[in-house]
């Protein structure tokens, strides 16, 4: 799947509908369409079949009306992903206290399961992120986690970049397993199953004395190659170590 990036659009449009900045006819009928109504169905495509599926035709086929009616509210494709990206990153419920860590851990474990819900934010580069308010909002609750500890403020803004690349970068390995069992109709464990008696027989257990036996052991702890839910919990406890190191320095 190739990657989108967000920010491509009209920017003053973008801004003005990610804000609900738009002239509101006084008279007439009810309109049929709304922009979020638009932008909930976009993401119902999304979720249901990646975003290769999305288009505005597609949209207007689901919502009963011609491609044109669409344009009247959404000038395109561009604008439409930075709604959307916007609009599910309001999602994650924001932390509700305890230490630094718990907060950090809160939000890395929101933003985990925000990526499985909609696994299409995983082909989105936000390079130039969507200025909207859930976007706003949430970056807000992220710096507040880590505010009072000393750090600067680059380094507060450098400490939730690390924690979400890091999420983002695991949840795409996790979608990644996903895919390949639903295109191989395999398992992990049923493929494990068929390559290891070949593997046993190909591979020279002298000459990979070392990956044999932690492979053998990470093997049986996942139950297949890769382990995407350790994965993540051990790299967050080890970004949270460091993170710790750095804080206790400025105090």
């Not at 920017?11 to 049929?32: F, H, I, M, N, S």
């Not at 290769?52 to 992903?81: C, F, H, N, Q, W």
């Not at 976007?135 to 970049?161: I, P, T």
């Not at 190909?202 to 990470?218: C, H, S």
């Amino acid at each position: 799947m190739s990657t989108e990036h967000t920010g491509t659009g009209d920017p003053v449009r973008t801004l003005e509908l990610l804000w609900g900045v738009q002239d509101r006819p006084r008279r007439g009928p009810k309109p049929k369409l709304t922009v979020p109504r638009i932008v909930d169905r976009a993401v119902a495509i999304a979720d249901a079949e990646g975003l290769e599926a999305l288009s505005i035709r597609r949209i207007a086929e689901d919502l009963d009306v011609a491609p044109m009616s669409i344009y009247t509210y959404v000038p395109g494709k561009a604008e439409l992903l930075d709604l959307m990206v916007d609009r599910v990153n309001g999602e994650p419920a924001p932390p509700g206290g305890g230490s630094w860590r718990e907060r950090l851990e809160h939000i890395a474990h929101e933003n985990w399961r925000l990526f499985h819900r909609h696994p299409w934010l995983l082909h989105v580069s936000a390079a130039r992120p969507p200025m909207g308010p859930h976007l706003l909002d949430k970056y807000e609750y992220e710096l507040a986690a880590v505010e009072g500890l000393g750090l600067s403020d680059v380094e507060m803004d450098s400490v939730v970049a690390l924690v979400n690349g890091f999420v983002h970068s695991a949840a795409r390995l996790s979608a990644d397993v996903t895919q390949t069992e639903r295109r191989t109709g395999m398992s992990d464990h049923q493929w494990w199953e068929k390559a290891a008696p070949v593997l046993s027989k190909l591979i020279d257990i002298d000459r990979y004395p070392l990956g044999a036996r932690v492979g053998t052991a990470a093997g049986q702890a996942y139950d297949g190659p890769v382990g995407p839910e350790h994965a993540f919990e051990f790299g967050l406890a080890r970004i949270l170590d460091g993170i710790e190191v750095l804080i206790r320095s400025r105090g």
